[in-house]
């Protein structure tokens, strides 16, 4: 028997398993690029339109940092390019990173995998397999996002080339992945290093664009970048990718080689001889609180990266009448419309921190974290409550941070102190409608564990209505099922407290039918 015996066996399996996971992954990252395309062919009708919006985004710095060095960008291509090649590879690396720790570190966790290599397994099986699931799904992407750009009319080796920038960024960080998964004992270790990598490479890239070039060469996202899609395409800086693919790969087989199945090259600490956490409430913090640390710095610098274009609006705006009617919807000024929908991003956004919290009860259920600590003292209503407890702490925590940002950005920008107090209103005020969603998401899980992923439907749904429901003209009874429709566009409009009422109490009751429901039905 060869050590990559059964390799195709399991690889069938995997890919039956995650058939709705890579589909709803690459769809979302390909509805990225291409809405990018619908939208700034809308906004900027006219060349001398784009032209001038081109120029006036060259020169922000915050951009640069955010998406990329600018190129090409009075192209609608180079606006897609620019706009999304940075995002679009970050994400195609955490659904690599999730592909490859869900079918090998994860497995040796629940001791499924020692059950698999009872039977006729090779002993790189699993590891193959995982990583052909991870090769298989980004050679999808890469197909999925170049058709439809070319299918909106956009040159065709460029888009050849924003697509595989993002597939051969998510097969470098799925060799990221396999080697982290040697590394960590741990499924949550080894997200950790890797997702630690990914923000790495996103920093080395931001410092990089905005110095003299040099550090963004260290980083996967910006070797896509230099691609030049759009711009000129430059093919070679796809050999660093390939060459790092191989490397990684190779490594990852090594650390394989020298540990014990069930264990990581990285021995876990012991924890101390006697307990520290008190209550479920601190568990549940201690459980949760990097995901707190890191959805506030992320949200915070996005908040300083747009508040910092100031009252440079309308020259981002241009003459485009679409665009300012679209902005203008509140009925304020251009730049108190800009940011009201700024705002309302930031809280959709959030509303991902606070979905996936909720979620987290999901997770300890399924790896019977929960069933062990319930078969203690602690009561089902209490660790309930705890996680819950964070949820709501951790949507303020971030919102808050999200809404200083922005804020304090805009403040130093513009020069207006005022503008911090304002602006972080505006932005606390969607901890309302976010604690809806993540109502919804504890009531579905409540319900059922399978149902937790209504969450996110609901999510999406929110995200559509909001951004696009005037432009795709939605019926209102669609328009008002998003409960973010309902409220003022701060600071374009007054506040406005019945609604925020409402909505809070649907929260409550949303909370409190999830917490019957949770007791009504068996964990496990």
């Known amino acids: 028997m060869t050590a990559f015996a059964g390799t195709l066996a399991l690889l069938r399996f995997h890919l039956r398993r995650d058939r709705l996971m890579m589909l709803w992954w690459i769809l979302g990252n390909v509805s990225i690029y291409y809405s990018q395309a619908v939208s700034v062919d809308g906004l900027y009708p006219s060349q001398a339109e784009l032209s001038k919006a ?50 090998t570190r994860a497995e040796e966790e629940s001791g499924r995998d020692e059950l698999v290599r009872a039977a006729a397994i090779g002993r790189h099986a699993p590891m193959a397999a995982a990583a052909l699931v991870a090769f298989i799904a980004n050679v999808l992407l890469v197909l999925l996002l170049a058709g439809s750009l070319v299918s909106y009319d956009l040159p065709v080796e460029g888009s050849i080339v924003v697509a595989l920038a993002a597939g051969l960024a998510g097969l470098v ?5 396999l080697v982290a998964v040697q590394l960590a004992a741990s499924t949550r270790g080894a997200y950790g290093i890797t997702g630690a990598a990914i923000g790495i490479a996103y920093a080395l890239r931001a410092i990089g664009d905005l110095g003299n070039g040099a550090l963004s060469w260290l980083s996967p996202i910006g070797w896509g970048q230099y691609m030049r899609a759009y711009a000129g395409e430059t093919w070679w800086p796809a050999l660093l990718s390939l060459g790092a693919i191989g490397v990684l790969g190779v490594v990852a087989v090594q650390l394989f080689d020298h540990r014990d199945i ?44 747009y508040g910092s274009i100031g009252d440079s609006v309308g020259d981002l705006v241009g003459d485009s009448q679409f665009a300012a009617d679209m902005f203008a919807q509140g009925g304020g000024s251009l730049v108190d419309s800009f940011y009201a929908t700024t705002a309302l991003m930031l809280g959709l956004v959030g509303a991902g921190f606070a979905i996936s919290s909720v979620l987290r009860l999901r997770g ?30 951790g949507t303020v925590i971030v919102l808050l941070a999200a809404g200083l940002g922005l804020g304090l950005g805009f403040g130093i ?21 976010v604690l809806l969603l993540a109502g919804v998401a504890w009531l579905a899980y409540g319900t059922r564990t399978r149902w937790g992923s209504v969450g996110w439907f609901f999510l999406g749904l929110c995200v559509v209505v909001m951004l696009f429901g005037a432009a795709l003209r939605l019926p209102g009874w669609v328009q008002n099922v998003s409960p973010f429709h309902h409220l003022a566009l701060l600071p374009a409009e007054d506040l406005r407290p019945m609604p925020l009422l409402v909505v809070a109490m649907l929260a409550g009751l949303a909370g409190i039918g999830g917490m019957v429901a949770l007791e009504r039905r068996d964990i496990g």
């Open 262 to 305: 069930g264990s990581g090259v990285l021995q876990a600490r012991p924890g101390p001889s006697r307990g520290e956490l008190g209550s479920t409430f601190a568990l549940a913090w201690r459980l949760q609180r990097g995901s707190v640390v890191g959805w506030t710095a992320g949200l915070a610098l996005m908040g300083v990266a």
């Open 173 to 177: 960080f799925a060799g990221v992945a």
């Open 54 to 103: 081109a120029a006036s985004m060259e020169g922000n710095a915050a951009f640069i940092a955010m998406a990329g060095p600018a190129r090409a960008l009075d192209t609608i291509g180079g606006q897609v390019a620019w706009q999304s090649a940075a995002f679009g590879a970050v994400i195609a690396g955490l659904m690599s990173m999730f592909l490859i720790g869900r079918h």
């Open 413 to 433: 920008v513009a020069g207006d102190s005022g503008a911090v107090l304002r602006l972080t209103g505006a932005t606390v005020q969607y901890v309302v409608p």
């Open 364 to 393: 300890e259920e399924a790896a019977y974290f929960a069933e062990l600590l319930l078969a203690t003292a602690v009561s089902r209503r209490s660790w309930a409550l705890s996680q819950l407890a964070v949820t709501v702490l």
